[in-house]
C-alpha cells in the first residue's frame, strides 16, 4: 500500500552514543510513561525488560517532534511490541491501562517508596515489601535491621528526596573545592553527572577530583572526608579505596563494568543558602544533600569525566558500542583494543569519541 512506500518519518540511530539526545524534548507524555514500565521492571528484577523500555524511551527524547500517529515510529529503533502498544495506546486514548494500574498498585507504590531510601536497594526493599512493610515509617518501630547508610536514608528521608538545585549543587562545589585545596593544593575538582549534562535539578551531587601530577592523587580521599568531617559537614560517609591493579602492561582490566576508583558516597549537611528569615524559623536551617566524590588519577582522567557523566543508558551503549562494533572495551579508566591487544591513550572526551570512531557528543546531548 501507499504508505508503505513513503520513506520513514524520522531516522534514529541504534546506539545511544550514536545520537544526540537533549535534556528538553517533545515527546514527555510518551517518555514518562514507557520509564514507569521500565522502573517496574527493575523493581521486579526483570534487567532485560526494564532497559527495553529505557531504550525505547530514549528514542522518543531524540525525536525532533512530537509524535501524533505510531505510523511516524516506522523503521525506528529499539521499539519493541510491547512499547509499541503502549504508545499506541496513549496516542489514542490519552492514557495507557497497563501504565496506570502498575502507578497505582501497591507494590509498585510501596518499591518505589522503599528504594527512595538511600542504602535500600531492589532486592532488600522487595524482601522487606513481601514481609508486609509498605512506608519508610514501617521501618521506625520495626523489629528489621538496618545498616548504617540505611539508617542514615531513613533519618534524612525527606530532604534526600526532595530534589538538589543547580545552585545548591554549585554551593557544595565550593566547599569540596575548599576541602581539596586545603589538603592538596593544585588538585582539580570537575561536576559530573546530570549537572554536567545540564539538568537544572539531581537526585545527588557528583564530583570527579584529581591532580595534573600523576601520583599526587593517591590517599587523597580519606583527608578530603577527614577535612569535611572536622568541619561537621558530613551527616554519613562511606570511603571505599582504589582496588585498581597496575600490572607491566599497563592498567587491569577490572572484572565488572563497576570501575575501581578510590570514591565517598556521602550526605552533605549544607547549610541553608537565601531563605528568608521566616522560612528559616519554619523549619531547620540546613538541608541533607547526597554527594558523590571519586578520585582519579590524571593519566585516566578523561574516561573517568566520560565514566561519570551518564546518562546511565549513555554510558552502558558506549560499552555496547566500543564491544560489539569496534571490539574494544571501554570502561572509567581505559580503553582497549582487542584487536591490537593495547590500551588506547586519551587526553579528552573528543579523542575518546574519536578512537571509537564516533561523532563528538557534547555532554548536553547525552541525555539518553
Ligand atoms: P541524577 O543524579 O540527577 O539522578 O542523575 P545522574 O547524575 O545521571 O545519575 P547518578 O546516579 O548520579 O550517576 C551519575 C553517573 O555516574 C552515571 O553515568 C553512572 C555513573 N556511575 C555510578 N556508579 C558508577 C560506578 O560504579 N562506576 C562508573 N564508572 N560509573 C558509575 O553511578
Ligand atoms: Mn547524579
Ligand atoms: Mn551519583
Known sequence: DKLRLDPPEFTVKNYACQRRTPLKHNNTHLTHALELLAESAAFGENEGRSVAFTRAASVLKT?????????ELRGLPCLGEHSLRVIKEILEYGASQEVESTRQSEQYQAMKALTGIFGVGVKTADRWYREGVRRPSDLMDSEQKLNQAQQAGLQHYKDLNTCVS????????????????????GAQITLTGGFRRGKESGHD????????????????????????????????QKTTRNSYLESKDGPARPPSNMDRF????SIFKLESQSCSPPEREKSHQWKAVRVDLVVSPFSQFAFAVLGWTGSKLFERDLRRYAGQVKNMSLNSHSLFDSHQRCFLRATSEEEIFSLLGLEYIPACDRNA
Open 262 to 265: 578510590e570514591r565517598c558516597f
Open 63 to 71: 525525536l525532533p517532534r512530537s509524535v501524533q500517529r505510531i505510523e
Open 166 to 185: 543547580k545552585a545548591e549543587a554549585d554551593a557544595i562545589g565550593v566547599i569540596v573545592d575548599q576541602a581539596v585545596q586545603a589538603v592538596l593544593p
Open 205 to 236: 551531587v557528583d564530583f570527579l577530583i584529581t591532580h595534573p601530577e600523576e601520583g599526587k592523587e593517591e590517599g587523597l580521599m580519606p583527608k578530603v572526608v577527614n577535612w569535611l568531617d572536622t568541619q561537621g559537614l558530613l551527616l554519613y
